[in-house]
Nanobody, 115 residues
């Protein structure tokens, strides 16, 4: 079982930046896809960005050009660099790892964008 721990959330003003981290309990070389999801107040959980083992990335339209997903296999960690944050980015952000037929989730980290 893969354990995932997110960190880096917090309160930031509109236009600001944050970098989220997702640390895995084992080598992520064996993990196929990793992704960031978010769930805003009163909303369903949605995909923010995904990165494959080969490094291919996809983004939700709402974050294209502002967010960047990456993974450091040597550190067993995935990142989400978030720039030009908007109030509508406020949500709990979760990381997800897909290994074979299984999916693993972290506990989430809160991101609040407010002045």
């Amino acid at each position: 079982q893969v354990r995932l721990v997110e960190s880096g959330g917090g309160l930031v003003q509109p236009g600001g930046s944050l970098r989220l981290s997702c640390a895995a309990s084992e080598s992520i070389n064996s993990i196929n896809n990793m992704a960031w999801y978010r769930q805003g107040p009163g909303k369903q959980r949605e995909l923010v960005a995904r990165i494959t083992s080969g490094g291919s990335t996809t983004y939700a339209d709402s974050v294209k050009g502002r967010f960047t997903i990456s993974r450091d296999n040597a550190k067993n960690t995935m990142y989400l660099q978030m720039n030009s944050l908007k109030p509508e980015d406020t949500a709990v952000y979760y990381c997800k790892a897909e290994k074979v037929i299984f999916a693993y989730w972290g506990q989430g980290t809160q991101v609040t964008v407010s002045s």
